[in-house]
């Protein structure tokens, strides 16, 4: 069994009108269970904050083939299967209860320096502390460049709550994702479902700052929507996303 694993139940508080599990409680889930595995190996919070140091989230690239339902239970699996310099990249298996594969996702991270905010080489030992599985990849050339948003559709204002803050001091990688979901048109969730998620984060975001979300349907064969994320005054991007639908069944 690579890397570590974890079961899961779905519970009310995670799932939408449809009764199932909506995509941002996949992505706690996620990042529930990479914590849990570095806390695991002994390289967890304290270790990080002893050492001055901390896992930034880069990207996420999220695949699901269909979503558990209410009291449905899951076992997700993750592994390391690259560390580079100050890079690490993150596989994961979503599995149903009878053994069946519900999704996959691939995630890239940056060790850094928490005090100077700089990417750190990360330390040769937590290769073998991890149990890493060089080049065992859930998908093949996972990160590409996301297409450029070239005229922006639709637009949503949101202030940074204490909520949205997380341990690191800025907004939760999971955080963004809601937002880039909030600016679809309400007719399209209810008629679709997400089978693919895809974000790259750019710049932190702090407790009180204002930031604005826009998005953009490109015309292709399933409805595909390009995610941005911008400060206030929109001359800086906090987040780039891309969400990929197909109709419910």
Not at 15 to 44: C, K, M, W, Y
Not at 47 to 67: F, I, S
Not at 147 to 154: G, R, S, V
Not at 214 to 228: A, D, F, I, M
Request: with cysteine.
């Amino acid at each position: 069994m690579p890397g570590f694993q974890k079961g899961y139940e779905i519970y009310y508080f995670q799932i939408d009108q449809n009764r199932e599990v909506t995509p941002v409680s996949i992505l706690h889930f996620l990042e529930d269970i990479a914590t849990s595995h570095s806390e695991a190996v002994g390289l967890g919070i304290d270790h990080l904050l002893a050492e001055r140091t901390g896992w930034v989230l880069n990207r996420w690239l999220l695949r699901m083939d269909r979503y558990p339902k209410l009291g449905d239970k899951i076992v997700i699996e993750t592994w390391p299967s690259k560390f580079e310099r100050f890079y690490a990249n993150r596989e994961f298996n979503i599995i149903g209860s009878e053994g069946n594969r519900l999704g996959q996702a691939c995630s890239l991270w940056i060790y850094l320096n928490v005090d100077k905010k700089r990417p750190i080489r990360i330390p040769a030992h937590f290769e073998q502390a991890y149990g890493l599985a060089e080049g065992k990849r859930v998908m093949e050339d996972p990160f590409k460049d996301l297409p450029e948003m070239t005229a922006a559709q639709f637009e949503m204002n949101f202030h940074v709550r204490r909520s949205d803050i997380d341990t690191n001091g800025h907004v939760n990688n999971t955080r963004y994702v809601d937002w880039m979901i909030e600016g679809i048109p309400e007719d399209m969730t209810q008629d679709y479902q997400l089978f693919e998620l895809e974000v790259v984060y750019k710049k932190e975001t702090m407790y009180g700052t204002d930031i604005v979300t826009e998005s953009q349907k490109l015309n292709v064969e399933h409805p595909v929507y390009l995610h941005r994320i911008l400060d206030e005054t929109k001359e800086h991007e906090l987040a780039l996303g891309r969400t990929a639908w197909r109709r419910r069944k």
